[in-house]
Every structure is written in C-alpha cells, then in structure tokens.
C-alpha cells in the first residue's frame, strides 16, 4: 500500500532592511540553506515512513522558519501544520531551567538553598542538609538514574511517588554525581510554587507561553487533545508503524515531560533562547541557566556523536556540549510515540527544533546532519 505524505511551508519569514543590502544577503543564505536541509531531511522522513514531522530554525537577523510534514495519524490523519502540537517530553525541562533561572534572577527563589527551605516536610535520606534546588535542576542529587520512572508509568499520582524518594538511598552526595531525574527534577514545580505562591502551570503559562506568543504551547493531556489538530504517537511493529493510544502518565510530572507545542511555537521559543525577547528571558537568566553544574561523561559516548562531542556537562535544565569545539546547548525528549531535539548555537545566534510523532532513531541522524551543515555553512567566514 502507498501511503501519501503531505508537506507544506507553513511559515517563513525575513527580517529585511531596505537600506541593508548585507542583511538582504544574509537572508537569501539561510533560505538556500534551509531549504536544502528540509529537502534531505523531507527524502530520509519518507524513506523510514515517519507519519509527521515539525521542523522549526531561526537565525538572528538572518531569518526563522516552520515547516510542518505529513501527517497526525498514519491512516486518515490531518496534514500536520505549523500549529499541529507535538509532544516534547523531556525537552519540557527547558522550559522549568529557563523559568527557575529567571524566578532567581528576579529574586523569587535562591538556586543555593536547600530543597527544605521550601519544602520542610520533603525528606532526602540523610542529605536534607545538602541538597540545592540547583541539584535538582541539574540531575546531580546523587539518586541513581531515573529513579521510580517506573511509577510515573503506573497509576499512582505524583504526591505519592515524591514520597518515596526519601526510601532511596543515594550513590553519592548531591553535587557529586550524575544521574537523570524525572521525579526528582519534577520538585521544581513545589519548590517554585512555594516559594511564590503560584502554581508552576500557572508561571509557565502567563510568563512564558503568553508573553513569547506560544499559542499551542500547553501543559498536559487535556491540552494536548482539546482539538483534532494534534499528532497522535506512533509505535513501530511488524516493520510498519502503527498509531498507538496517547498516554498520560508523563505529564504528571509536568517540569519534566509536560510540554505540548507546535513548530510556529518552537520558533518563538529559539528566539527568546537567543536573546530576542529579554523582557521574558533576559540575558542574565539565558547565562545562569546555561552555567555547567555537573559533568555528564556518560553522554560522550553517545554512538551518533561519540566521536564529535570532546566536552558534555549539564546547567539549568539543559545540555552543553563542545561539539567539534563549537559550544552547543541542547536538550533530546522521548516518551512513547514520540521524538523530539532542540539546539541552540550561540555563536552562530542560530537554533534548531525538529518533532516526530514516531520513535525512531533517525531522529539522532537529522539532528547531527543539521548541526554538521549548519557548522560547515557558517564556518566557512572563519576560514
């Protein structure tokens, strides 16, 4: 059976100066370039059957574009457009780094004091005394990696599986070590509304999504399926993929794994990222947020990049890598049906956002393919 892919530019927009005809190069080159990034991109998407995709870039003063591939649902879904809302599962985690380090600036909460400061009947082990809510942000509590994930996916609610943290014994003391955390990381959200008296969906909502222009964005399952105009997630089997149920269960950790948004949405995201929008992230929070807290030599070897990334450490709810000795800030996000990557460059004021609604591994090579084109492009004025 063949099966039609629906591809449509959706939205690209220059930023031009009549009287700068540098400028007006400038956007002529990332559309040429872009352009055939989203046509590799386009060829290897059909190749592996993907159903949809939504592929979102900026360039300061260069130019930004959304591009929405395919479809919703494999059989008898909607082209997907660029307010189609995707699943962005653990890059959500940028969004609670970015929000924590702009409470800090603005002095709402401290990242140096301990997790009990504002939550005094949350129990660590016996390390109440040294666990920083940076700890928390920057997966270096000392807990052994994604500890009682298993819970997140079963029916029990997020208040009683904080809980049981307190019964894990820790590899090592806060600050220490690496371990990636979704209910440990998921205390930012109390930590925030204590020390502020609002909720956490509240804060990202009016003080991220509105004000940056988010229209889809959104937090949770409701929000997620409120219209047609969603991708529904995709699991492989017997060679094909198949449309599978959309599952709730991580959005009860909402910093960690809550965010819905479409690629109109990823480009106002990319741009308050690199310093468009400082009224809503000002440069003070982008560095704070994107201050090295922990190592993560682990993720060196990462088989797609193993032999590209020199320098892997993690900040405020983001990666920083030295890839090929350009520093990058990155974030990966997987539930099931699934993938989604964001990336910023700050050097080149250039990001990066692509989703699929299907948990596929090609995901990793778009990604790559586009830092390497992107370096190879931009570069060349350095040499």
Same mark, same amino acid.
């Given at each position: 059976?063949?099966?039609?892919?629906?591809?449509?530019?959706?939205?690209?927009?220059?930023?031009?100066?009549?009287?700068?005809?540098?400028?007006?190069?400038?956007?002529?080159?990332?559309?040429?370039?872009?352009?055939?990034?989203?046509?590799?991109?386009?060829?290897?998407?059909?190749?592996?059957?993907?159903?949809?995709?939504?592929?979102?870039?900026?360039?300061?003063?260069?130019?930004?574009?959304?591009?929405?591939?395919?479809?919703?649902?494999?059989?008898?879904?909607?082209?997907?457009?660029?307010?189609?809302?995707?699943?962005?599962?653990?890059?959500?985690?940028?969004?609670?780094?970015? !929000?924590?380090?702009?409470?800090?600036?603005?002095?709402?909460?401290?990242?140096?004091?301990?997790?009990?400061?504002?939550?005094?009947?949350?129990?660590?082990?016996?390390?109440?005394?040294?666990?920083?809510?940076?700890?928390?942000?920057?997966?270096?509590?000392?807990?052994?990696?994604?500890?009682?994930?298993?819970?997140?996916?079963?029916?029990?609610?997020?208040?009683?599986?904080?809980?049981?943290?307190?019964?894990?014994?820790?590899?090592?003391?806060?600050?220490?070590?690496?371990?990636?955390?979704?209910?440990?990381?998921?205390?930012?959200?109390?930590?925030?509304?204590?020390?502020?008296?609002?909720?956490?969906?509240?804060?990202?909502?009016?003080?991220?999504?509105?004000? !940056?222009?988010?229209?889809?964005?959104?937090?949770?399952?409701?929000?997620?399926?409120?219209?047609?105009?969603?991708?529904?997630?995709?699991?492989?089997?017997?060679?094909?993929?198949?449309?599978?149920?959309?599952?709730?269960?991580?959005?009860?950790?909402?910093?960690?794994?809550?965010?819905?948004?479409?690629?109109?949405?990823?480009?106002?995201?990319?741009?308050?990222?690199?310093?468009?929008?400082?009224?809503?992230?000002?440069?003070?929070?982008?560095?704070?947020?994107?201050?090295?807290?922990?190592?993560?030599?682990?993720?060196?070897?990462?088989?797609?990049?193993?032999?590209?990334?020199?320098?892997?450490?993690?900040?405020?709810?983001?990666?920083?890598?030295?890839?090929?000795?350009?520093?990058?800030?990155?974030?990966?996000?997987?539930?099931?049906?699934?993938?989604?990557?964001? !990336?910023?460059?700050?050097?080149?004021?250039?990001?990066?956002?692509?989703?699929?609604?299907?948990?596929?591994?090609?995901?990793?090579?778009?990604?790559?393919?586009?830092?390497?084109?992107?370096?190879?492009?931009?570069?060349?004025?350095?040499?």
């Amino acid at each position: 059976m063949r099966f039609l892919f629906f591809s449509f530019l959706v939205s690209f927009n220059f930023f031009v100066s009549a009287d700068s005809l540098d400028n007006a190069g400038q956007n002529v080159e990332f559309d040429r370039f872009v352009q055939s990034y989203k046509k590799s991109m386009v060829a290897k998407l059909r190749k592996k059957g993907i159903p949809g995709a939504a592929l979102s870039v900026v360039k300061v003063d260069g130019g930004e574009f959304a591009y929405g591939y395919g479809k919703t649902k494999r059989v008898g879904g909607n082209p997907v457009d660029s307010n189609t809302r995707f699943r962005l599962a653990s890059v959500s985690k940028t969004f609670a780094g970015s !929000l924590a380090a702009k409470l800090a600036n603005e002095g709402h909460l401290k990242l140096d004091d301990t997790v009990t400061k504002y939550l005094p009947d949350f129990h660590f082990h016996s390390r109440d005394k040294k666990l920083r809510v940076s700890h928390l942000l920057s997966h270096s509590s000392g807990l052994v990696p994604n500890a009682y994930d298993n819970l997140i996916e079963s029916r029990m609610p997020y208040d009683k599986i904080k809980v049981k943290l307190a019964e894990v014994e820790p590899i090592c003391s806060p600050g220490r070590c690496y371990g990636y955390q979704n209910v440990m990381f998921s205390l930012i959200g109390d930590v925030i509304e204590q020390s502020t008296h609002m909720d956490y969906d509240t804060w990202v909502n009016e003080f991220l999504f509105k004000p !940056l222009n988010m229209k889809n964005a959104s937090l949770g399952f409701n929000e997620m399926t409120k219209d047609d105009n969603y991708a529904h997630p995709h699991v492989r089997a017997r060679k094909r993929w198949y449309t599978t149920k959309l599952k709730p269960n991580y959005y009860k950790v909402a910093p960690a794994a809550g965010v819905n948004a479409s690629a109109s949405d990823m480009v106002q995201w990319l741009k308050a990222q690199l310093g468009k929008y400082p009224s809503v992230l000002p440069k003070e929070s982008l560095a704070l947020q994107t201050t090295p807290q922990i190592n993560t030599k682990k993720e060196l070897k990462r088989r797609v990049w193993r032999s590209k990334v020199k320098k892997a450490q993690y900040g405020l709810g983001w990666r920083i890598y030295d890839y090929r000795g350009e520093t990058i800030y990155y974030h990966s996000g997987w539930v099931q049906g699934y993938r989604a990557d964001l !990336l910023v460059i700050p050097r080149l004021e250039l990001g990066f956002s692509l989703m699929i609604n299907a948990e596929a591994g090609i995901l990793n090579e778009l990604t790559t393919d586009f830092l390497d084109m992107t370096l190879k492009q931009y570069n060349k004025k350095r040499a």
